[in-house]
T-cell receptor
């Protein structure tokens, strides 16, 4: 069955370290998204991609970067982790199939920056 | 500027009751309004969605009501069950973009 996976599921790191969170989908979807979820803020868009080699900044992109070298993967990199980036991160993918499209979410990665 | 405002932040209802979650949006260019359901430890999943060409959409016990002039939409859960206990997010997007703007979420607890 097609799915979207994230790894690692839990990560503890130190301030200033570079961290990369992986996202892999097997639906062959063109669109991929990264969100962070924090209490009181809901889901906020970090970066998104509409296809290979396409990347765009979202609402809260500072301190994060992404690259899209193939259809299946959109890794999220924290260049220099900060305590404010402690959060739960969700990856999602979608395909433009008509009026009622759906974003499929991964299980999330809980990141703690000490 | 919060483009999609959701209320209440939390709700407790008894089994069999009606749960109502409200959302208001700012941007009149939004034309797609989905609701996502999230269980603890899981990613959100699409529950039901509506476009503004209709004022109401029903799927089982879940109904979206849409008021274009007021720029508001709501989710009604009829005959609420303990299994409905989850966090619910409203969202919005506009034509040509599959970016979703989410509300802050509402935690629903249905007591048995």
């Amino acid at each position: 069955d097609a799915e979207i996976t994230q790894s690692p599921r839990h990560k503890i790191t130190e301030t200033g370290r570079q961290v990369t969170l992986a996202c892999h989908q097997t639906w062959n979807h063109n669109n991929m998204f990264w969100y962070r979820q924090d209490l009181g803020h809901g889901l906020r868009l970090i970066h998104y991609s509409y296809g290979v080699h396409d990347t765009n900044k979202g609402e809260v992109s500072d301190g994060y970067s992404v690259s899209r070298s193939n259809t299946e993967d959109l890794p999220l990199t924290l260049e220099s982790a900060a305590s404010s980036q402690t959060s739960v991160y969700f990856c999602a993918s979608s395909e433009s199939t008509g009026a009622m499209y759906e974003q499929f979410f991964g299980p999330g990665t809980r990141l703690t920056v000490l | 500027q919060q483009q999609v405002k959701q209320s209440p932040q939390s709700l407790i209802v008894q089994k069999g009751g009606i749960s109502i979650i409200n959302c208001a949006y700012e941007n009149t260019a939004f034309d797609y309004f989905p609701w996502y359901q999230q269980f603890p430890g899981k990613g959100p999943a699409l529950l039901i969605a509506i476009r503004p060409d209709v004022s109401e959409k029903k799927e089982g016990r879940f109904t979206i009501s849409f008021n274009k002039s007021a720029k508001q939409f709501s989710l009604h859960i009829m005959d609420s069950q303990p299994g409905d206990s989850a966090t619910y997010f409203c969202a919005a997007s506009m034509s040509g973009s599959e970016k979703l703007v989410f509300g802050k979420g509402m935690k629903l607890t249905v007591n048995p």
